[in-house]
């Protein structure tokens, strides 16, 4: 049971004369339960493997992309399950928003599930809450009228109220401000950990990635480079630094301080674990006392 | 003597039951000519208030604000305002109306009736400080991110202004568009052009020499972006700041006993001091 795409190439627009392959050869896997990472540039095909991950762009032959063990381009007129079971939000998600009240927006997809008023209700709330919004405080509010944060949590609720086992988020926090940022990772961590949702995240925030993903993807010019939990990725500071990407600054420091201090710990993301192993380094080599 | 922009006493807020509720209240606020301040604080703080009223885009209710000894509130003062200081926004494709590059950076100067040869020559001069010169024929859509803020940024600076007011440039692009932009607003601030930057990163509040706190239109802090970072967490929580990771690292090595009697804002600079240490 997992998301599973083994060798998958795609072309834009095959055939004509802006053709553009966006994939070659890609290997990717999402398991139950973890947090997977999705790095690159602009232009490196990170959106256009997310959208073959639930269905949004169709195999165009058999054995690439299964979603627990469904071979999608068997799927063709069955999609719609896959949608439900891999939700995807959209970057900028808020710009999708448009019912009257914030409850309304997230009953939306739950309008084809034959589901009663309650039932819709119940979902409604839970997914509110989830996303750390009260129902009662927000339910009748209009959603334009909410904070940037807020709005992207209504989005986010939309996707949640169709109790999807994958969640799909493309840079979630772009645009967000320190304070929202902090709180919505907290949410995404917390859906994650108590509701067993896999989550699959595309980012350009390397501090966030390092502290959330359980495993990372590096993609360029539509291969994945690099892949492996963030301590072994963001050791490749050539490689990364090659392809235009920057790395969390602890990662960075350690990086410029394993020039001089040859054997300290280069595979630390957190800062203040990265202040504990430059202290430890220069104690056990007489540096400082 | 008097500074090159002067807030005096200026509170402001939008009318009623508008949908903007984030006010500005009496804020006192002097910069210099030549000054790089960034401005920051969470979303909803009155950050981008703050820069439109210092463009004249809004009046304050209380309070005076003078723009290079010109009163904002004084409507004859408007136009040669907004020459003096010229803002860029978030989102390159709001402010973008031309068809080609250069028509793009010849639309201010044209409505300054300037002479034809007047307006090429500076078309030119602004490519050539953003590097967009071969793209001059250019349609912007068919421009990146990167590309089409540079652009935003070429089309102000034709107007010759003294002052440029950043709000949020870089939030939507990339890191490397990012720092692309950042060299280039550091370059300008260098040939001498007064630079607010309004940002809520809080990496990008390094790159000034002075920077100023909003929280719920108040101004909570003024001084060196590294003194800030150096105050107590929860104070900087309660603004809804969060350090740079760099500078969480280096408030725990202080913590641990390193000396740090220089402002460190750099990975490479912390490094190169904690080698040198004995």
């Given at each position: 049971?997992?998301?599973?795409?083994?060798?998958?190439?795609?072309?834009?627009?095959?055939?004509?004369?802006?053709?553009?392959?966006?994939?070659?050869?890609?290997?990717?896997?999402?398991?139950?339960?973890?947090?997977?990472?999705?790095?690159?540039?602009?232009?490196?095909?990170?959106?256009?493997?997310?959208?073959?991950?639930?269905?949004?762009?169709?195999?165009?032959?058999?054995?690439?992309?299964?979603?627990?063990?469904?071979?999608?381009?068997?799927?063709?007129?069955?999609?719609?399950?896959?949608?439900?079971?891999?939700?995807?939000?959209?970057?900028?998600?808020?710009?999708?928003?448009?019912?009257?009240?914030?409850?309304?927006?997230?009953?939306?997809?739950?309008?084809?599930?034959?589901?009663?008023?309650?039932?819709?209700?119940?979902?409604?709330?839970?997914?509110?809450?989830?996303?750390?919004?009260?129902?009662?405080?927000?339910?009748?509010?209009?959603?334009?009228?909410?904070?940037?944060?807020?709005?992207?949590?209504?989005?986010?609720?939309?996707?949640?109220?169709?109790?999807?086992?994958?969640?799909?988020?493309?840079?979630?926090?772009?645009?967000?401000?320190?304070?929202?940022?902090?709180?919505?990772?907290?949410?995404?961590?917390?859906?994650?950990?108590?509701?067993?949702?896999?989550?699959?995240?595309?980012?350009?925030?390397?501090?966030?990635?390092?502290?959330?993903?359980?495993?990372?993807?590096?993609?360029?010019?539509?291969?994945?480079?690099?892949?492996?939990?963030?301590?072994?990725?963001?050791?490749?500071?050539?490689?990364?630094?090659?392809?235009?990407?920057?790395?969390?600054?602890?990662?960075?420091?350690?990086?410029?301080?394993?020039?001089?201090?040859?054997?300290?710990?280069?595979?630390?993301?957190?800062?203040?674990?990265?202040?504990?192993?430059?202290?430890?380094?220069?104690?056990?080599?007489?540096?400082?006392? | 003597?008097?500074?090159?922009?002067?807030?005096?006493?200026?509170?402001?807020?939008?009318?009623?039951?508008?949908?903007?509720?984030?006010?500005?209240?009496?804020?006192?606020?002097?910069?210099?000519?030549?000054?790089?301040?960034?401005?920051?604080?969470?979303?909803?703080?009155?950050?981008?208030?703050?820069?439109?009223?210092?463009?004249?885009?809004?009046?304050?209710?209380?309070?005076?604000?003078?723009?290079?000894?010109?009163?904002t509130s004084d409507q004859t003062m408007t136009i040669p305002i907004r020459?003096?200081?010229?803002?860029?926004?978030?989102?390159?494709?709001?402010?973008?109306?031309?068809?080609?590059?250069?028509?793009?950076?010849?639309?201010?100067?044209?409505?300054?009736?300037?002479?034809?040869?007047?307006?090429?020559?500076?078309?030119?001069?602004?490519?050539?400080?953003?590097?967009?010169?071969?793209?001059?024929?250019?349609?912007?859509?068919?421009?990146?991110?990167?590309?089409?803020?540079?652009?935003?940024?070429?089309?102000?600076?034709?107007?010759?202004?003294?002052?440029?007011?950043?709000?949020?440039?870089?939030?939507?692009?990339?890191?490397?568009?990012?720092?692309?932009?950042?060299?280039?607003?550091?370059?300008?601030?260098?040939?001498?052009?007064?630079?607010?930057?309004?940002?809520?990163?809080?990496?990008?509040?390094?790159?000034?020499?002075?920077?100023?706190?909003?929280?719920?239109?108040?101004?909570?802090?003024?001084?060196?972006?590294?003194?800030?970072?150096?105050?107590?967490?929860?104070?900087?929580?309660?603004?809804?700041?969060?350090?740079?990771?760099?500078?969480?690292?280096?408030?725990?090595?202080?913590?641990?006993?390193?000396?740090?009697?220089?402002?460190?804002?750099?990975?490479?600079?912390?490094?190169?001091?904690?080698?040198?240490?004995?």
């Amino acid at each position: 049971m997992s998301i599973e795409i083994k060798d998958l190439s795609f072309t834009y627009d095959k055939g004509l004369v802006f053709e553009k392959m966006a994939l070659r050869n890609v290997t990717f896997s999402a398991h139950p339960g973890e947090i997977v990472g999705i790095i690159g540039q602009t232009g490196s095909g990170k959106s256009t493997l997310i959208q073959h991950c639930n269905g949004l762009i169709l195999p165009i032959e058999p054995n690439h992309v299964f979603v627990d063990d469904l071979d999608l381009y068997s799927m063709k007129k069955t999609i719609s399950g896959i949608r439900k079971k891999v939700g995807l939000v959209f970057q900028y998600p808020e710009a999708q928003l448009f019912e009257e009240t914030v409850e309304k927006d997230v009953a939306f997809g739950l309008k084809q599930e034959n589901l009663s008023s309650d039932q819709v209700r119940t979902r409604v709330e839970t997914a509110l809450q989830t996303v750390g919004l009260s129902y009662q405080q927000y339910r009748e509010k209009s959603p334009i009228l909410l904070s940037g944060g807020e709005k992207r949590r209504v989005a986010l609720a939309g996707i949640l109220a169709m109790n999807p086992q994958y969640l799909i988020l493309d840079e979630p926090t772009a645009g967000l401000d320190p304070f929202a940022k902090t709180s919505l990772l907290e949410e995404i961590r917390k859906i994650n950990r108590e509701q067993h949702v896999t989550i699959i995240m595309v980012s350009h925030d390397m501090d966030e990635i390092a502290n959330l993903a359980d495993r990372i993807y590096v993609m360029d010019e539509g291969t994945v480079v690099l892949s492996g939990t963030p301590s072994e990725v963001f050791r490749q500071y050539d490689t990364l630094y090659a392809l235009g990407l920057s790395l969390p600054e602890t990662s960075r420091l350690l990086h410029f301080l394993s020039q001089s201090w040859k054997g300290i710990d280069n595979s630390i993301t957190d800062p203040i674990r990265g202040a504990e192993v430059i202290m430890q380094y220069m104690k056990e080599k007489g540096l400082w006392n | 003597m008097s500074d090159f922009i002067e807030l005096n006493q200026v509170s402001f807020h939008y009318p009623e039951n508008s949908e903007q509720q984030n006010a500005v209240q009496e804020i006192h606020l002097n910069i210099a000519s030549g000054e790089f301040l960034s401005i920051v604080g969470a979303n909803s703080s009155g950050k981008s208030t703050l820069g439109r009223l210092i463009n004249a885009l809004y009046i304050p209710q209380k309070g005076t604000i003078h723009v290079d000894g010109m009163l904002t509130s004084d409507q004859t003062m408007t136009i040669p305002i907004r020459k003096t200081v010229q803002m860029v926004f978030q989102n390159p494709d709001n402010q973008i109306v031309a068809t080609t590059v250069e028509e793009e950076v010849a639309f201010g100067p044209e409505n300054l009736q300037l002479s034809s040869e007047e307006i090429q020559k500076r078309v030119s001069e602004s490519l050539d400080l953003v590097d967009l010169q071969s793209y001059r024929l250019y349609p912007p859509h068919l421009l990146s991110g990167g590309q089409k803020q540079l652009l935003a940024i070429a089309s102000v600076l034709a107007m010759h202004p003294a002052c440029i007011i950043f709000d949020e440039p870089t939030s939507l692009l990339d890191p490397v568009n990012r720092r692309i932009i950042i060299q280039k607003i550091q370059d300008l601030h260098h040939k001498g052009i007064t630079t607010i930057y309004i940002t809520h990163r809080m990496d990008e509040v390094l790159y000034s020499k002075r920077t100023v706190v909003m929280h719920e239109g108040k101004i909570v802090y003024d001084g060196k972006p590294t003194d800030l970072f150096a105050l107590d967490q929860q104070k900087l929580l309660a603004f809804h700041l969060y350090p740079p990771d760099l500078i969480k690292t280096i408030e725990a090595l202080k913590k641990m006993g390193i000396p740090f009697p220089h402002p460190i804002t750099h990975a490479k600079e912390l490094a190169d001091y904690l080698c040198q240490l004995r």
